[in-house]
């Protein structure tokens, strides 16, 4: 299935310019009026790690040195869930959260904080909501953010540990016997 440049932008909840820079970058394989879902899921993928402080150009160095790959985006599995019809702004005021708080989760998070202009990812709409009951029943704006950090920080523990789980079960053996990790 291939996709329009408006339906990649849509999709991959980034604006023009930022897919011009992709091009550049010879990030995506796609052009026009003809992009793969892999494009779709390089665009967001590369924006999530630069808003994260990731430069997109040293993560496709990597790509290019073999270092990193990508091909991870090509699998059945990997699904990339179409943001919110609406900006940060406009959640904000419907569902009872203050702006400035939404916005600084994300970087209690470990991310950058959203324009308020930016498109809302479904995911946080489980954190606004949470954070609307926290509020509610009393608990300062900081309190939420410690929370959130907490949270997000043991999230980065969990997924460190599968990762080290995956390399010394899976990859290095797998590795050691000659098999090829696509087979």
């Given at each position: 299935?291939?996709?329009?440049?408006?339906?990649?932008?849509?999709?991959?909840?980034?604006?023009?310019?930022?897919?011009?820079?992709?091009?550049?970058?010879?990030?995506?394989?796609?052009?026009?009026?003809?992009?793969?879902?892999?494009?779709?899921?390089?665009?967001?993928?590369?924006?999530?790690?630069?808003?994260?402080?990731?430069?997109?150009?040293?993560?496709?160095?990597?790509?290019?040195?073999?270092?990193?790959?990508?091909?991870f985006l090509d699998s059945a599995a990997w699904e990339l869930p179409e943001p919110l019809p609406i900006t940060y702004r406009e959640f904000a005021e419907e569902h009872?959260?203050?702006?400035?708080?939404?916005?600084?989760?994300?970087?209690?998070?470990?991310?950058?904080?959203?324009?308020?202009?930016?498109?809302?990812?479904?995911?946080?709409?489980?954190?606004?909501?949470?954070?609307?009951?926290?509020?509610?029943?009393?608990?300062?704006?900081?309190?939420?953010?410690?929370?959130?950090?907490?949270?997000?920080?043991?999230?980065?523990?969990?997924?460190m540990a599968e990762a080290d789980l995956y390399m010394e079960e899976l990859e290095e053996p797998w590795a050691g016997a000659g098999i090829d990790e696509s087979s």
């Amino acid at each position: 299935m291939s996709f329009s440049r408006e339906q990649l932008v849509h999709r991959a909840g980034v604006d023009e310019d930022y897919v011009d820079r992709l091009h550049e970058l010879g990030a995506l394989r796609g052009r026009d009026e003809a992009y793969e879902e892999r494009d779709v899921h390089v665009a967001a993928l590369l924006y999530m790690w630069e808003r994260a402080g990731l430069s997109a150009s040293a993560i496709l160095a990597a790509v290019d040195s073999g270092t990193l790959s990508l091909d991870f985006l090509d699998s059945a599995a990997w699904e990339l869930p179409e943001p919110l019809p609406i900006t940060y702004r406009e959640f904000a005021e419907e569902h009872r959260n203050p702006l400035h708080l939404l916005q600084s989760i994300q970087e209690a998070m470990g991310f950058a904080a959203p324009d308020p202009d930016d498109r809302v990812p479904r995911d946080d709409i489980a954190v606004a909501e949470l954070a609307r009951i926290v509020l509610e029943i009393g608990i300062s704006d900081e309190g939420v953010q410690r929370l959130f950090r907490v949270y997000a920080d043991n999230v980065r523990r969990l997924a460190m540990a599968e990762a080290d789980l995956y390399m010394e079960e899976l990859e290095e053996p797998w590795a050691g016997a000659g098999i090829d990790e696509s087979s």
